[in-house]
């Protein structure tokens, strides 16, 4: 049941444009940071004559802090409201990544990507200050939006990196890069402070909280959360892993430069930033967000296994265009559908814990690539990662006939 001061609250703010934008700002931003930085990373730890190891730790740092991250800030924001959080993680991402300029050494600089992974957790919060604020139906509009912002970030970051960065100069030649992605997020912040209404009133978050591993087994009990995470995951474990090892295919295929591995992703990323923006919600609208997402993963498992047999001309750009645009209109529905069946004191816990669980696969993901690129065959990714998603089709099934068949749900009494 949703109290009248939420009600209350979700109506001033479900009437606020500028708060919505912003928040897909925040996403943007997010991502746009992430960006500038991800692809000079390789670069930033040869800076500190660092070995490959290290190196890859940097890399891994950043998704270890944000599994753990996007419960605690998604739980927290639950119990003392969405704003707060918001605000907060911002900032402190904000000090993250002007620190990581002048970090004097690669331990130092392990420790700030930790942080700022942890601080940069904060997607369960937006998706809960989504829920909270929209009706059932523009849900999944509203959530693939996001998805949109995301992608938007995930094209321009790197290109703003390399424009930006010094390579030559040692670790002060990518200062202007960090603190160009600090200052974004500190407007970020000025604009939630000033434009995003709070959705949870005053005295609306619970008054005892069950704890995290309760919660884990309850959505791991639960015949929609449970599968909608386990989806999350897999999906994500298959598409982080065949693009962490993209390049290395692509060049051992085909004689690939950066430039072209970089083009391929960009045009994936222009199809699936319009698909979010534009398609999702009208086909989840038109078709139900369990048909949309079983469908998508139907198509990304068939573009996955089609993959191996590409030219290394328009056949390759297509089959990696399809699996954007199959993910683009099926993964907005999964945190739609979890809304659905939980309570408003619960969203940002249970969102939290999918999140989680989609950095987690960002961390397996790549580590099980690379084992079957280097040991199996170059190909390998590609076959195991088409054999993960299969099953998720029937996980989506699942749920979607598992969301008819239940009321709106509170967890813990």
């Not at 670790?171 to 949870?200: D, M, N, T, W, Y």
């Not at 791991?220 to 897999?234: C, E, K, S």
């Not at 930033?273 to 078709?287: D, E, M, N």
Request: net charge positive.
């Amino acid at each position: 049941m949703t109290s009248p001061n939420l009600a209350a609250a979700a109506d001033a703010s479900r009437n606020s444009p500028a708060a919505m934008y912003t928040l897909l700002s925040v996403t943007f931003i997010n991502i746009l940071g992430f960006g500038i930085v991800v692809p000079l990373l390789p670069f930033y730890g040869a800076s500190f004559h660092a070995p490959a190891w290290q190196i890859a730790l940097i890399f891994s740092a950043y998704p270890i802090g944000t599994f753990f991250g996007e419960p605690f800030w998604g739980r927290l924001s639950d119990r003392i409201g969405r704003k707060p959080i918001l605000v907060s993680t911002i900032l402190a991402n904000c000090l993250c990544y002007g620190a990581l300029a002048f970090a004097p050494n690669i331990y130092v600089a392990f420790v700030i990507r930790l942080i700022g992974g942890m601080a940069a957790g904060n997607g369960s919060v937006i998706q809960g200050y989504i829920a909270d604020v929209s009706p059932p139906e523009l849900r999944a509009t509203r959530m693939s939006r996001l998805g949109g912002a995301y992608n938007i970030g995930f094209i321009l970051g790197p290109v703003a990196g390399g424009l930006l960065a010094k390579t030559s100069v040692g670790p002060i030649g990518f200062q202007i890069p960090l603190l160009a992605a600090s200052a974004l997020c500190g407007c970020s912040a000025i604009g939630v402070a000033l434009a995003v209404r709070e959705s949870r009133a005053a005295g609306d978050g619970p008054t005892a909280q069950p704890s995290r591993w309760a919660m884990l087994g309850y959505a791991a009990r639960h015949p929609v959360i449970g599968r909608l995470i386990l989806l999350t995951f897999m999906v994500g474990l298959a598409f982080n892993g065949i693009e962490s090892v993209f390049g290395l295919w692509a060049q051992h295929r085909f004689a690939w430069r950066p430039r072209d591995v970089g083009l391929c992703f960009a045009v994936a990323g222009l199809v699936s930033a319009p698909s979010q923006f534009f398609l999702t919600g009208a086909l989840s609208r038109r078709f139900g967000e369990a048909t949309m997402l079983a469908a998508g993963m139907i198509g990304t498992v068939i573009a996955m296994a089609l993959q191996p047999f590409g030219d290394g001309g328009w056949t390759t750009y297509a089959c990696m265009a399809a699996v954007a645009l199959c993910s683009s209109v099926a993964f907005p529905n999964a945190g739609a559908m979890m809304s659905r069946v939980i309570d408003e004191d619960h969203q940002g816990q249970i969102m939290g814990l999918n999140n989680a669980a989609a950095a987690l696969s960002r961390v397996v993901g790549p580590l099980t690539a690379g084992l079957v690129f280097a040991g199996l065959t170059v190909d390998g990714p590609f076959w195991l990662g088409a054999m993960i998603v299969a099953p998720a089709f029937f996980l989506a099934v699942g749920a979607g006939r598992a969301v008819r068949r239940l009321a709106f749900l509170t967890p813990f009494a």
